[in-house]
T-cell receptor
Framework: QKEVEQNSGPLSVPEGAIASLNCTYSDRGSQSFFWYRQYSGKSPELIMFIYSNGDKEDGRFTAQLNKASQYVSLLIRDSQPSDSATYLCAVTEDTGRRALTFGSGTRLQVQP | DTEVTQTPKHLVMGMTNKKSLKCEQHMGHRAMYWYKQKAKKPPELMFVYSYEKLSINESVPSRFSPECPNSSLLNLHLHALQPEDSALYLC?????????????FGPGTRLTVT
């Protein structure tokens, strides 16, 4: 059973702080890693993807991947109230299947 | 442009009705997906189409019938649904089922079965 684990939260941070969201996965064959943001009642929006060990930065977002520890994280710098949402971690396995396996999501609250 | 469109936005149907959900993308993507999402749960994969052929069916009940008329369109035909089928139905697409793997979601159809 392939599993993707996230702390459900809520994770509460003050405006302007760094929010750190974490995700672990069970399948060592996982190849691709994604972070989606989902506002209440809306569909998931892809905000970051990472395929190689290390860090990947895009604006205020940094994704970090450590395949040896089976760990992927998302850092949000200068958090804004508009970042308040559920953040879903998703992985694909190392086969032709390429279907996303989602974690249960972490709810982030940015306090003004 | 990473736009996937879905119609209708909302749908209310009785258990004896037949209805269809529609999804469209014009990004040249060759893989399209249907997901179902219940409240406070992550999306669950239902079907995958790769190059217009059904490649994955996650043991979905036959009251859900997918169709891919061409590489830009994906339909989900609904018949004799149950109240527990009420959910947000999400369509997604990606360039293929090989690299790159990013999937982009449409806005979803909120389905209520009465």
């Amino acid at each position: 059973q392939k599993e993707v684990e996230q702390n459900s939260g809520p994770l509460s941070v003050p405006e302007g702080a760094i929010a750190s969201l974490n995700c672990t996965y069970s399948d060592r064959g996982s190849q691709s890693f994604f972070w989606y943001r989902q506002y209440s009642g809306k569909s998931p929006e892809l905000i970051m993807f990472i395929y190689s060990n290390g860090d990947k930065e895009d604006g205020r977002f940094t994704a970090q991947l450590n395949k040896a520890s089976q760990y992927v994280s998302l850092l949000i710098r200068d958090s804004q109230p508009s970042d308040s949402a559920t953040y879903l971690c998703a992985v694909t396995e190392d086969t032709g299947r390429r279907a996303l396996t989602f974690g249960s999501g972490t709810r982030l609250q940015v306090q003004p | 442009d990473t736009e996937v469109t879905q119609t209708p936005k909302h749908l209310v149907m009785g258990m004896t009705n037949k209805k269809s959900l529609k999804c469209e993308q014009h990004m040249g993507h060759r893989a399209m997906y249907w997901y179902k999402q219940k409240a406070k749960k992550p999306p669950e994969l239902m079907f995958v189409y790769s190059y217009e052929k059904l490649s994955i069916n996650e043991s979905v009940p036959s009251r859900f019938s997918p169709e891919c008329p061409n590489s830009s369109l994906l339909n989900l035909h609904l018949h004799a649904l149950q109240p527990e089928d009420s959910a947000l139905y999400l369509c997604a697409s990606s360039q293929g089922t090989g690299a790159p793997y990013e999937q982009y979601f449409g806005p979803g159809t909120r389905l209520t079965v009465t």
